[in-house]
């Protein structure tokens, strides 16, 4: 059973705090992922990675960095948090296998005081 | 960058009735269209997909529908049940050979099933 888990549910931090967010995977999935889920949104890539080291940029990367130094672990960087990146993050992974399901962890909901 | 729109946001129907809602993209390489379930408080699930060299798709009471040249896809749930009251997002994505290089949802539709 793929698992995805998220360091945190949730998180309060300060506007001008450094934020990580982590993210892990136990079924050597290649492919991870961040997303934010907003209200009447949807949901909108931040930022992803296929491999080790690599990273792209997805929709909304502004504000946003990230990390991959194990392939099981993928981390989302708030360089300095602003009360707009107020809401929920959530991490998927999938095999680099194509039209392979992505899987989500349970979310992280953040909130930026 | 893709854009997807979906259609309704809220939609209430009648238990044993049929739903249906609707997606449009607009990037014509997009070739992986995929729906998922959200139900309150959990995350998002796959509950089926479409790959743009086929035109249905079923599972059961769920069925998608994909028009690649109008650029438009649907989700059909028949005998819709309690257990499918949710929140559904469609999403659409290029997938060379490597999977999705990260999907472009749609806003989301909130699925009522009336007893």
């Known amino acids: 059973d793929v698992k995805v888990t998220q360091s945190s549910r949730y998180l309060v931090k300060r506007t001008g705090e450094k934020v990580f967010l982590e993210c892990v995977q136990d079924m050597d999935h290649e492919n991870m992922f961040w997303y934010r889920q907003d209200p009447g949104l949807g949901l909108r890539l931040i930022y992803f990675s296929y491999d080790v080291k690599m990273k792209e940029k997805g929709d909304i990367p502004e504000g946003y960095s990230v990390s991959r130094e194990k392939k099981e672990r993928f981390s989302l960087i708030l360089e300095s948090a602003s009360t707009n990146q107020t809401s929920m993050y959530l991490c998927?992974?999938?095999?680099?296998?194509?039209?392979?399901?992505?899987?989500f962890g349970p979310g992280t909901r953040l909130t930026v005081t | 960058g893709e854009n997807v729109e979906q259609h309704p946001s809220t939609l209430s129907v009648q238990e044993g009735d049929s739903a249906v809602i609707k997606c449009t993209y607009s990037d014509s390489a997009s070739n992986y269209f995929p729906w998922y379930k959200q139900e309150l408080g959990k995350r998002p699930q796959l509950i089926i997909d479409?790959?743009?060299?086929?035109g249905e798709k079923k599972d059961q009471r769920i069925a998608v529908t994909l028009n690649k040249t109008a650029k438009h896809f649907s989700l059909h749930i028949t005998e819709t049940q309690p257990e499918d009251s949710a929140v559904y997002f469609c999403?659409?994505?290029?997938?060379?050979?490597?999977?999705?290089?990260?999907?472009?949802f749609g806003k989301g539709t909130h699925l009522i099933i009336q007893p």
């Open positions: 999403a659409a994505s290029r997938d060379s050979g490597g999977g999705a290089d990260g999907l472009t």
């Open positions: 479409i790959r743009s060299n086929v």
């Open positions: 998927a992974s999938s095999l680099r296998v194509s039209g392979y399901e992505q899987y």
